[in-house]
């Protein structure tokens, strides 16, 4: 991955109107006099997946967290994410079968971050001492508020007291850092609903600072953009009034402001997504489908619109470096790496001798990354250029179907043995989900039982970012099979378009931003049907490396169809647009 420190180019706001850029949004008035410095753009986060930071995530909602800091600092654009600085990270380990958890501390000194001052919130009847830590690049940079006692992401179940501490601790303590920085957020954006206590801390403060209770409402609302990413609010967990009493109601200094989220729980309970509803005006999703599909009510009962806004992903973290030069070199990338207007003109230097010269570049780095990574074996694998590679890289969660290849063993050993391919699985289990963890079990010890499948099914523990960069780059076909109607948006996926692997994928999430036709894709009335279409696919990407015509067609379909959706700096553009319209 590339490094933040220096390489990168960079355009100051005030001079971005000399460049004739994609950075439409930008260039305009009215935004370069909204955003500066000092009026940031500030995104909020529980989980940030930066490890290079020092700050490891848990999935896809960190990755986006990571990227979309990444592509601002790219363009230009003053912004800063907020986040805690957990203390203690967990790590996988893979024994007989059995996952085990690891923690490591983990000291945001090694990691650049400069500590600043302490803040305190109320919690529990005693002042609690947050640190405030940042860490600062060109425009953008990372303020953290941290302690001893942090403990890890997601410790704990969703709706406990040590959650709700740290959902607090993220929202006022990091509203106290930004001031104690000399900061004013032009806007906010909530990833999740978890950050939803930021908003609050800004709606108190107008309050009690004395604008009037409705304009105070009014103002944060405007100011406010809440990014969802779940589909079903049913499925979020929900805090009691005693809890409030405890960690959220101390901190509130507006007598208005307490009254009104008291009223705000139905039967002692509450539900941070019926309130965030409430304090931010804008609100998007992360994929078409999904902002289609995700079912919110707010509190008067009627259902609410989400903008759409597809995830993207920040090229020059995950496209192998020389194909990113490659994309820019042949203006199939612009520089801000997304794609020219004319982009679909240009993909006819994506020749398959090229795309073999390019996954042999990948395998490298993925033979390197697999050094320090043994499989479920305790093996340390090295696949030569001609070794053909599927790989299933996600976590291991019940709706991302990890299982489904595996459903007629017979007709995936018939497909891994015509050409000798491997097949890489990589994904954590969230620690306590025992159904997973059992299936994961069940799944390898199916393989183990099999001779051929034992030699060439593989897992990887400890998923983390190098080794989706490794796999993404060095493999050959990536398998994407969620349920369909359950993936938010999904960016493994992304990775994988970008650095010309094939994608076999169910039409779900981000994928369906684009054609059925786009990629391999896997459908069907039953599971049953969607399990011999996967099967299809599997042979017929095989095929398609034997095939220059084939290899080409689908893989420039794929970019034709993707490079749009998958380009991080699309993504920025679309939030800007909608935060700042004309
Ligand atoms: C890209 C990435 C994700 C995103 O996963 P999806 O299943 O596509 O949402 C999660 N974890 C890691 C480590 C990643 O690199």
Known sequence: MNDEDGQYFYHPLENIEDVDIFYEAVERQHLTKAISRERPYTYWTIELYDQKNGI???GGLGIL??????VAEDTGIPFVLVTPFYPSETHQKIRDGFIIDEHRPVNYKNFGFKYVDQVSIKCCGTLCKLDVVEKKFKNTRIVSVTEPNFGELYSGMSGSDHRLYQEVALGFGGYSALKLLGLKPAIMQLNEVATFFAAL??????????????????YTRKHTLYTNHTLVQAAEADFGIEQFEKYVFPNLKSLAVKKWLRDKFVNGRIKLSSVTIEIAELRSGVSKLHARVANYRDIAGNKVKFKAITNGIDMRTWVLPELLDYYEENNILDMYLAPTTDYQDKLDCITADKIREFKSIGRAKLNHVLKTRPNQHGQILH???DEFIFDFKRRFVDYKRPELPFKDIDRLRTILMRRGAHYI????????DDTMSSKLRQLLNLVDKDAYLREHVHYI?????????????????AINVPIVGLEACGTSWMKDVANLNLLISTHDG???DGSVNGYLNVSGESEAEEIDVLYQRMEEAVAAYDNDFDLEFLIRQQLETFLPVVSGARMLK???DYLFPK
């Open 56 to 58: 490891r995530g848990g």
């Open 65 to 70: 967290a990571a990227d979309t800091r990444r």
């Open 201 to 218: 801390a800004r709606l108190d403060e107008l309050a009690h600072n004395g604008m009037d209770f409705y304009e105070a409402v009014v």
């Open 383 to 385: 696949f030569s250029d």
């Open 425 to 432: 699985l990589a994904g954590r289990v969230h620690t306590g």
């Open 461 to 477: 523990a400890d998923y983390d970012e190098e080794l989706a960069y490794g796999l993404s780059c060095g493999s050959n076909v």
């Open 510 to 512: 981000g994928v369906a």
């Open 574 to 576: 679309d939030y800007l």
